[in-house]
T-cell receptor, first 111, second 116 residues
Framework: LAKTTQPISMDSYEGQEVNITCSHN???????ITWYQQFPSQGPRFIIQGYKTKVTNEVASLFIPADRKSSTLSLPRVSLSDTAVYYCLVGDRGGGFKTIFGAGTRLFVKA | DSGVTQTPKHLITATGQRVTLRCSPR?????VYWYQQSLDQGLQFLIQ???????AKGNILERFSAQQFPDLHSELNLSSLELGDSALYFC???????????????FGPGTRLLVL
């Protein structure tokens, strides 16, 4: 299983760009990197997924360097409603499938 | 709305009791996953089913069991409940074979269990 490491928490202000980095040194060749967002008392919600270089959707961008040992989730111009926990996941291609969410990063956006 | 439904939304019971949580996956999704999230804890993977068969097990207690029925809905059974079992229980579903975390999982709203 590829373990991930993220900052426990981050603070930001409305309108700023937020970058959350995730380390996954043991990522396997076929693994993808996926980010989820979770609001209090709600289930996680898929944000973005990538394999290499850069992926962008209407919500965020995901930057993955060539060695793929880390990835950065970029949230442009955050608002108060982006206050949530953000989880980085890396695929497990082992004999069984177990989703490891980790502790996530608590992002707090201030006015 | 993710399309995944869970019932009940809230459940209050006593220690030693048994409860059943129900999950209906999104239409067309074959895999169902169960997670436990205690207060201030991350999501703990419990178990996954694919098309009626158990696919993977996480740190699921022996007092807990699950199954997926032919219509693909799933139930999580929690027995001999303890205070520490109080948590949010989430169900998620995905469309594919469930062989890697690259699949997008769609989470339900959760069932909040309180054991007194």
């Amino acid at each position: 299983l590829a373990k991930t490491t993220q900052p426990i928490s981050m603070d930001s202000y409305e309108g700023q760009e937020v970058n959350i980095t995730c380390s996954h040194n043991n990522i396997a060749t076929n693994d993808y990197i996926t980010w989820y967002q979770q609001f209090p008392s709600q289930g996680p919600r898929f944000i973005i997924q990538g394999y290499k270089t850069k992926v962008t959707n209407e919500v965020a961008s995901l930057f993955i360097p060539a060695d793929r040992k880390s990835s950065t989730l970029s949230l442009p111009r955050v608002s108060l409603s982006d206050t949530a926990v953000y989880y980085c996941l890396v695929g497990d291609r082992g004999g069984g499938f177990k989703t490891i969410f980790g502790a996530g990063t608590r992002l707090f956006v201030k006015a | 709305d993710s399309g995944v439904t869970q019932t009940p939304k809230h459940l209050i019971t006593a220690t030693g009791q048994r409860v059943t949580l129900r999950c209906s996956p999104r239409s067309g999704d074959l895999s169902v996953y169960w997670y436990q999230q205690s207060l201030d804890q991350g999501l703990q993977f419990l178990i996954q089913y694919y098309n009626g068969e158990e696919r993977a097990k996480g740190n699921i207690l022996e007092r807990f069991s699950a199954q997926q029925f032919p219509d693909l809905h799933s139930e999580l059974n929690l027995s001999s409940l303890e205070l520490g079992d109080s948590a949010l229980y989430f169900c998620a579903s995905s469309v594919d074979f469930g062989t890697s975390a690259q699949e997008t999982q769609y989470f339900g709203p959760g069932t909040r269990l309180l054991v007194l």
